[in-house]
């Protein structure tokens, strides 16, 4: 049975001398079949199969203290490529204590061991190749930000230039509104531009907004002051940049309307999360809402908002503090019915 196997297989006794040996093992390994009987495996061939540990797994198995599962070794023979073999050897049970058979079966698997290796030399070329797309991808997105930034720059250095050129007040009030605008995007720009995790930390991220806003629309910070109060989240990027800009059109429109006459007061954005909710609001402790709003007072900012809402999938809540107007973004659990925002969202036309 064994000198017919398919398999490489050997018959071994007690004392490691081989009994039988199959062809196919003598065909694989080019030992002639007539020489193996009564001869120990490590004394066949050129020497190649002499291995100190394999002779003492055999043994231990022979012995009954341990058995060979899976053992490996690279075959090297003096004119031939080296072979991987993986051997396992039974120890099969008689009645006679004293008759010890060993069952030896060799599997070649040179070719398995190549192709694995193949695989992973090819894996880690494509990784290789990934990291190198990548470098390249996040050098040209580096490119990318600062030439925005430089355009930002520009853009807003002319809006103001125009704006202090301008011969009308309600042109010059436009041209520093969109210049507002640019500077704000500009911040929100550079701050995302060092959001490498795909979040961001939304506390930190909006005071520099707002400090930003600030320091462009408030002439003295002694009479008039923005406060962010957020609590510590982190959210997308892409959220961050919708929120950004939330606020900066409610802050614009609160420091527009808010505060006639070079009157002094507070505008807050807040943050505050429940769960997978979350709420966003501008408030102010300014001179209200009117108390009976033009049907058509709707401008640019109050389209902003809503748009940015339905981009959160959020709705837009109004209150009246008395004093004061509070503009929230609330964003539930389940999308939000669908309805029209209430126009007195700005005290005035943007």
């Not at 531009?193 to 320091?215: D, N, P």
Request: glycine letters at 6%; hydrophobic letters at 45%; a negative charge.
């Amino acid at each position: 049975m064994v000198a017919a196997s398919a398999a490489p297989l050997l018959l071994i006794d007690g004392e490691l001398k081989i009994i039988a040996a199959s062809d196919s093992f003598c065909r694989a390994f080019a030992i002639d079949c007539a020489t193996t009987a009564g001869r120990e495996l490590t004394e066949l061939g050129f020497g190649e199969w002499r291995v100190p540990q394999l002779r003492i797994l055999l043994q231990s198995t022979a012995e009954g203290v341990t058995a060979i599962d899976a053992y490996e070794m690279d075959l090297k023979r003096p004119g031939l490529a080296d072979r991987c073999l993986v051997i396992n050897v039974q120890r099969l049970a008689y009645g006679d204590p004293d008759k010890v058979r060993l069952l030896v079966a060799i599997a070649d698997v040179t070719d398995a061991r190549q192709a694995t290796k193949r695989d992973k030399d090819e894996l880690r070329a494509n990784v290789a190749r990934s990291e190198a797309l990548i470098a390249e991808n996040e050098t040209l997105m580096q490119e990318i930000r600062h030439r925005v930034a430089n355009s930002l720059q520009i853009i807003a250095s002319v809006l103001m230039q125009n704006a202090r050129a301008a011969q009308s007040d309600e042109a010059r009030d436009h041209l520093r509104d969109a210049h507002a605008r640019v500077m704000s995007i500009s911040d929100l720009q550079q701050q995302l531009a060092g959001a490498t995790t795909g979040t961001v930390e939304l506390r930190s991220y909006l005071t520099k907004l707002c400090a930003t806003i600030a320091a462009s629309m408030i002439p003295d910070p002694a009479k008039l002051a923005l406060v962010v109060v957020a609590e510590d989240a982190s959210v997308d990027a892409g959220v961050s940049v919708s929120l950004g800009l939330v606020i900066t059109e409610l802050v614009i429109n609160a420091l527009k309307y808010a505060f006639p006459g070079e009157r002094s007061g507070q505008i807050t954005v807040d943050y505050q999360t429940e769960g997978a909710m979350w709420t966003l609001s501008v408030a102010d402790n300014g001179v209200g809402m009117p108390k009976n709003p033009p049907k058509d007072a709707s401008g640019l900012g109050t389209s902003i908002i809503e748009a940015l809402a339905r981009q959160l999938k959020a709705r837009v809540d109004v209150d009246d503090l008395n004093p004061g107007t509070k503009v929230s973004i609330v964003h539930m659990l389940a999308p939000p019915v669908t309805s029209e925002v209430d126009p007195s969202v700005e005290q005035a036309p943007v």
